[in-house]
């Protein structure tokens, strides 16, 4: 009994250290001044009179998958220096009318229900992924940033320095979502 107790926790343990990453290089652990940390940029706003926000939420840090919607969005993540691309989701709270969706199955349908709601909602929701690159440099923190203007509702996406919130030369591209 004492075994299978062990087991369970061991278990538990595993599958919650897992979740998430914010590692976004392979190799062994590096020294923080020798790594570029980035960070999820958030944003502010207000369109039609109503305040809202929106966030470039972390996905992928070159082919290393750090985020998406069932596991979570790191807030950073510490990469190498060097050239990278980012992608990030850009979430926009006012086009997210689907957000109450998974609360509702999970009290419905209990675990099951909130995960087939959630999964429905997450295909519903309206989002782009972008992928922006840049050069990071050993010991400095940057912010990934997802600006809608709310006259035009143009979205610029760029990287600032966390430091002086100076612009990074940085350039990005709308991902192409792929079909099967």
Known sequence: MKKLLYLICIACTLALYSCGTTKAYVGARQEKASLATINQGNNK??????????????IQVDSIAVGDYFKGYPKHCD?????????????QQWNDNQAGAAAVGGVLGGAIGGVIAGSIAESNSPHK???ITFDAVAGETYNIMAVTDPKTMDVDIYVTNAANEERVKSSYKLKEEERQ
């Open 129 to 131: 992924h972008y992928l």
């Open 45 to 58: 706003l207000t369109i039609k009179n109503r305040k809202t926000k929106e966030s470039a939420l972390l």
């Open 79 to 91: 990469i190498l220096p060097g050239t990278h691309t980012v992608e990030i989701r850009h979430f």
